[in-house]
């Protein structure tokens, strides 16, 4: 496991599995979109606060590879890093792991963007500043 | 919209809407899933039967693109060509269109394999026997 | 099958199905609710615009009776009556049946009513007018 | 908040929200299924082996009275008691509620059955030790 801005512990529910007994393929886009909310509120910014508002955090972009499926009772480990990407999008690298053994099951990159009131792609003021910080962070790696 | 093997009609159900009031972005490959297993069907292959007999059909990697959000009370289309990509991996190209004005919805590339009853990857008989056909149909456009 | 005031054919996604090869428990819960909506639709009440206008409908109970289940590739009826049930509560009593037997699949109990803008239960207007035609008819059959 | 013979916290994820911001119907069904296998499995049950066994834990009947809406951020509690209703049905009594002031969100008695490999209502041996040795806990309460 490399180094990671933000890591979330999870676990499989039983109602997440499909006929194959394993997780089934949309439900790990839920996992990721839970890690990622739950990085942005760590960090202080609010998915919901900002629906309200009526500025829209949404996804343009979503690569998937699956590596390997997860099961019923398995604990894994969601892994995440935020990067900017160009002034209108950013980017969320997330990976997931088995607990026990960091087995790879999922590797994602999710770019994203942030649309204001009138619907246009604007980056709130706060992501914009908090943007810039960790651009830096992730330059002087 | 440009020619598919196959094209499935759906419409969005309110529980599909997230608190942005859109389709959650997990819900897409929900639908192009659905259209996947809808197309194998009708060309004689049920992912149900292949689960029962130990034959996994798997996505190996999404690729999605959200262009615009569907919203309660729309009607879609989903389009789908599939191909092969190499002896073991099959690809899904899949689109989806707001049914009245055919504005592009997502773009989807969704690579998939089949794993045997040992875990291996192994395109069964049919599906191989199939994609062979549809390659060569795909050759001659 | 009795007489309905709605009928919404359906067809199962194998994505609804989970580990035990049927569909899970709560997955009956949004076939039902995708049914209440598009009747009310049907009689030109639309739970969206209601959410927009800050007037809540929502379930205040739920009863289910599982006689057996769906599984993947199955085509179901909903079938739906509504009555009002006091002042401030309506009920759907809905049945799901196989299509092509008839055979009975659930039966449901969902008791409803709607927040107006303060949160307080209020029928609105035309939902209201709506249901006192709706006790009549049943009454008289 | 009374006594349980099992409690699980839990916290609610933002795509488990619908356009009214509060979370859906059917997912409470997902949380107390997710209660219920976590409760079985701590007692040495598994869901899952049952299943592969040929044994289906099954619901027959549900009943959920909706007190309060969860929103998105909140944390809640899953209690839970289980006691034999008769030779093949048991029940659990479920309640959920919010961590922080304790208020009561839902209420739920889910009734389930066990169904043997030919499909027949059966419970299988341990759960049957288990549920006469819980009948008498809770007959000396």
Redesign the interface.
């Known amino acids: 496991m490399q180094n990671y801005a933000f890591i979330l512990p999870m676990s499989v529910?039983?109602?997440e599995?499909?006929?194959?007994?394993?997780v089934?393929?949309?439900?790990y886009?839920?996992y990721l979109?839970?890690a990622r909310?739950e990085y942005l509120?760590a960090v202080g910014m609010?998915?919901?606060i900002y629906?309200?508002e009526g500025v829209?955090l949404?996804?343009?972009?979503?690569?998937?590879?699956?590596k390997y499926?997860l099961?019923?009772?398995d604990r894994f480990i969601v892994g995440l890093n935020m990067v900017r990407e160009s002034r209108l999008k950013f980017v969320f690298y997330q990976d997931i792991f088995l607990e026990k053994d960091k087995k790879l099951i999922l590797k994602a990159k999710i770019t994203g963007t942030a649309l204001n009131q009138h619907g246009r792609p604007e980056i709130p003021e706060k992501l914009d500043a908090f943007l810039q910080n960790e651009a830096t962070v992730f330059t002087a790696k």
Chains 1, 2, 3, 4 share one sequence.
């Open positions: 529910r039983d109602y599995c499909d006929m194959q007994g394993i089934n393929n949309s439900v886009q839920n979109e839970h909310h509120k609010d998915f919901k629906a309200q829209n949404v996804v343009v972009r979503a690569e998937l590879d699956y499926p099961e019923s009772g």
